[in-house]
């Protein structure tokens, strides 16, 4: 590296933000091949070195100069400031010397002159300003006699243009004694001509006298009438609708059942005939109006105010009437209005396109027009639309919403879907009743049917839940247009959570009733388990159902799937609404998009889920993964009906066990006194102890032991049923272990059974999909599971009641435990607590007292057998 090449390369240092780079750029070869000897490497180093330290020298010593200058320079800067001041003030002098000159030097005569003209000038101001205040008196003289001579003429044009005038003269007596009187004359007479003018004005709108209506139109807007003029118009043209709304006699609204018109049915009549009359008034009102698209927005407002009962009052009557049914009524009262808005639309697009075409170049914009407030003195309406923001990149919990804004003042659109508001906003409480209403008459249905078969019953209304369901799809986007997305989800998962949760609590009685089903081939081959025809029913049904609960999992990931496609379809329309709203509108109407928009619905839990729908779409598409569950609460409560099955399948399978243990704890054999041979006097020196052997175990222990020896022959008949497969995690006492050689898919369900999911934590519950798994492990989990359960009743509810344990008793019990322990691990079954109750109950007295000396407070098992053994 030359000394040249450094000095460049430290020229450049400047130019770099990241120090490594300059490094590895200036060690770099020029001509890109890569460093061959290390000596080369440090070769350059040791230059670039050297270099920086040249550099580092001569940089302090320019630096010393600069500071030493700075030093010098400073103390003059206070002289140099000193200097511009004082020369400051001698020019201000200096200004002030030649403005005095130049006064002076105007000759006395000039300056009087001068002075006169100003004078006269303010003079013939001040007496034009009092010619016209005369001139302006001298007319409100003749005001009151020239107005009522015209309108005894009936020259009401002349009077009105009469009446404008005075009222432009107005300004002049603005902060005087006389603007008052002055006012309220104006006011009379403005009165004294409207009076005549009203009923002519009226007839000539019934008779669609365009021209006349045009020539009053003048007369108003020069008298400052023009919002009544609009009141006379709009109340006449609507007159007839309003009646129509009045006079119709719907079902909603009285008690009289023989009137089948509902509202929905109604509604669609009322707007077509509102329809037609907007039509007419395409072509009437450029004729009079000035601005026909703000006026046809004034008419529509004013029928919609004019309306009683209100259109709010009429959907409460709805809702009130119709019950648990009153959404699909909702929905189709907003699907005729939504109808009716676009049929508007065009209508106002037509007669906008009118004005354009019919206006002079020059003439302002009718839509610019500041003649008219449609309103009536309220303050226009400022459209905001709230764009969807990217669901992908920002959250919702953010203030920074993009806006767009128009100023034409339709506001006729918000009024009127601002009443559907309400009942949007409760859209998944309505949902929710129309469910719970289908569920109610499914449920009397089956009361009137005579079916035995519990578990086809539900599998059958299982189908009509999730068709139900699958209708709801529908009517949330027909309502909300996708805003009551999260609702949806909400009502969905308790609809279809209350639906099990019934069956949950009726599964005894599904059990306990009558089966139709023919008694099983392979109880025959089973005779040995000691079941009776009701145990083999019971086990039937209880295998049924568990089976039925497969079906209905199934069934409830089929519908999520469906669910998730609804909701990402809703997600992609949000997301191109976003990017073009006029193209892609979520809403077909402006005024229901923005209330939409602006409304609660639009929240960070509905973004949420769209963004999660968005996020399953791009996995789907890339791992083909399964969807995860929105149906959390619904799908625990499967998991909870298949528990109870297994609970109550259990407890047929281990029923002839339970009875053979049921008189266990009252055996004698626990009390039999000690027998033990002897010879000569009792306990003397001379007395012969015989050896004891092994005892055998109790019959009701050799008993038990063979029905769990059998267990494997029923799991070899049954183990291929898919029922026996489901929710293996619910499975009581299964060992932890075994749990966690299950496929994963179930795994995770385990701990939402035990620990019930907060709204928070509801959205990492792990998809749960019906897995097929081989015989062998079906059988293992189940074997375990009935051991640990007979084991767990055994420990827990039968040895317990033992009263009290004599030596020959307590070795009659030890050896019951352990001719069962063996037994049980056969079936892969590890139970600590049987193997701690043989070693206690094997302690002699001596041992066993010793025992108690240092034994754990919390140990149960050791403090039950010394109250049997007396070792307090």
């Not at 511009?84 to 001698?90: V, Y």
């Not at 049904?541 to 909701?567: D, P």
């Not at 375990?784 to 509810?797: A, E, F, P, R």
């Amino acid at each position: 590296m030359s000394l040249a090449a450094s000095s460049e390369d430290l020229a450049l240092l400047e130019e770099y933000d990241d120090l490594l780079n300059w490094i590895n750029d200036t060690l770099s070869p020029e001509d890109g091949a890569r460093t061959d000897s290390l000596s080369n490497l440090d070769q350059q180093i040791t230059q670039l070195i050297a270099s920086l330290d040249i550099a580092c020298e001569d940089t302090s010593s320019q630096l010393e100069r600069v500071i030493d200058d700075v030093s010098r320079a400073v103390p003059r800067l206070t002289y140099d400031l000193h200097f511009i001041r004082d020369g400051a003030i001698t020019l201000q002098n200096a200004l002030t010397t030649v403005r005095s000159q130049s006064q002076s030097a105007i000759p006395k005569e000039t300056d009087a002159a001068l002075e006169q003209l100003k004078r006269l000038d303010t003079m013939k101001r001040n007496m034009e300003a009092a010619r016209e205040v005369l001139k302006e008196a001298e007319s409100w003289s003749t005001l009151e006699l020239e107005v009522t001579t015209l309108l005894s003429e009936r020259n009401y044009a002349k009077a009105a243009s009469r009446l404008s005038e005075a009222n432009k003269s107005m300004i002049v007596f603005q902060n005087t004694p006389e603007y008052d009187p002055r006012k309220t004359l104006l006011v009379n007479l403005q009165n004294q001509l409207e009076a005549p003018l009203s009923s002519a004005l009226v007839a000539a709108i019934n008779e669609q006298d365009l021209i006349t209506c045009r020539d009053f139109f003048t007369i108003f807007s020069d008298i400052q009438r023009e919002s009544e003029f609009r009141n006379y118009y709009n109340g006449s043209r609507r007159s007839s609708l309003v009646s129509m709304w009045q006079n119709a006699q719907l079902a909603e609204s009285t008690s009289d059942r023989t009137l089948t018109l509902t509202f929905a049915e109604f509604l669609p009549k009322f707007y077509a005939s509102m329809l037609a009359l907007l039509n007419q008034e395409r072509s009437s009102i450029p004729s009079i109006f000035p601005d026909p698209a703000l006026s046809l927005n004034s008419l529509i407002s004013s029928i919609l105010s004019a309306l009683q009962p209100s259109f709010a009052q009429r959907l409460s009557s709805v809702v009130t009437h119709h019950g648990n049914s009153s959404l699909p009524q909702l929905i189709a009262a907003l699907r005729a209005t939504e109808e009716f808005a676009v049929g508007v639309d065009k209508i106002i697009e037509k007669i906008k396109l009118s004005a354009v075409n019919t206006s002079s170049p020059s003439a302002p914009s009718s839509e610019t027009s500041q003649s008219f407030n449609p309103s009536h003195g309220r303050r226009r309406s400022m459209r905001m639309s709230i764009s969807f923001r990217s669901m992908s990149n920002r959250s919702m919990s953010g203030g920074n919403l993009k806006t767009t804004t128009t100023m034409d003042g339709m506001d006729w659109d918000q009024e009127l879907f601002q009443p559907f508001l309400e009942y949007q906003l409760d859209y998944g409480v309505l949902e929710r009743r129309l469910l719970d209403h289908a569920l109610h008459e499914m449920i009397s249905s089956d009361s009137g049917d005579k079916i035995t078969d519990q578990a086809r019953l539900l599998r059958e209304r299982a189908v009509d839940v999730f068709g139900a369901s699958t209708d709801s799809l529908a009517r949330y986007e027909a309502f909300t247009h996708g805003y009551g997305a999260v609702s949806l989800v909400q009502a969905l998962d308790g609809f279809v959570k209350s639906f099990i949760d019934m069956w949950t609590a009726d599964v005894s009685f599904a059990i306990s009733g009558p089966v139709a089903t023919t008694e099983d081939p392979a109880s025959e081959d089973l005779s040995g388990l000691d079941y009776t025809a009701q145990d083999w029913s019971h086990f039937q049904a209880s295998l049924h159902l568990l089976g039925s609960a497969r079906h209905v999992s199934e069934r409830m990931s089929g519908f999520e799937v469906k669910l998730w496609s609804n909701l990402i379809e809703t997600a992609n329309k949000f997301k191109s609404y976003r990017g073009d709203p006029v193209n892609f509108p979520v809403v077909s109407s402006r005024g229901e998009a923005q209330i939409l928009e602006q409304s609660s619905l639009n929240s960070a839990e509905l973004h949420a889920l769209l963004d999660r729908a968005d996020q399953e779409s791009s996995h789907a598409r890339e791992s083909r993964h399964s969807h995860e569950p929105l149906l959390t609460d619904a799908r625990i409560a499967v998991f909870s009906f298949a528990k109870t099955c297994q609970v109550s399948l259990q407890g047929t399978i281990l029923s002839p066990l339970r009875k053979h243990l049921a008189s266990y704890a009252s055996s004698p054999i626990w009390t039999a006194p000690d027998t033990r041979a002897r010879t000569g006097g009792s306990g003397g020196i001379n007395d012969l102890h015989i050896p004891t052997f092994s005892l055998s175990p109790s019959d009701t222990i050799q008993r038990v032991a063979e029905g769990l020896l059998n267990l494997p022959r029923l799991f070899e008949v049954y183990a291929d049923d898919d029922a026996l497969s489901f929710s293996l995690h619910t499975l009581p006492y299964l060992d932890a272990e075994l749990l966690r050689n299950l496929p994963e898919q179930t795994t995770s369900s385990t701990e939402v059974l035990h620990n019930p999911p907060s709204h928070t934590r509801r959205q990492s519950i792990a998809y749960v999909r019906p897995v097929t798994l081989d015989p062998e492990t079906v059988s293992t989990a189940w074997l375990s599971s009935l051991g640990q359960s007979i084991l767990v009743h055994l420990v827990s509810d039968v040895l317990p009641q033992i009263k009290s344990l004599t030596e020959s008793g307590a070795a009659q019990l030890a050896s019951d435990l352990a001719y069962l322990s063996p037994i049980v691990r056969a079936l892969n079954v590890e139970f600590d607590e049987l193997e701690t109750w043989k070693e206690y109950v094997d302690l002699d007295d001596e041992a066993g007292k010793a025992k108690m000396k240092t034994a754990d407070p919390s140990d149960h098992v050791l403090e039950t057998v010394s109250r049997m053994r007396g070792w307090y």
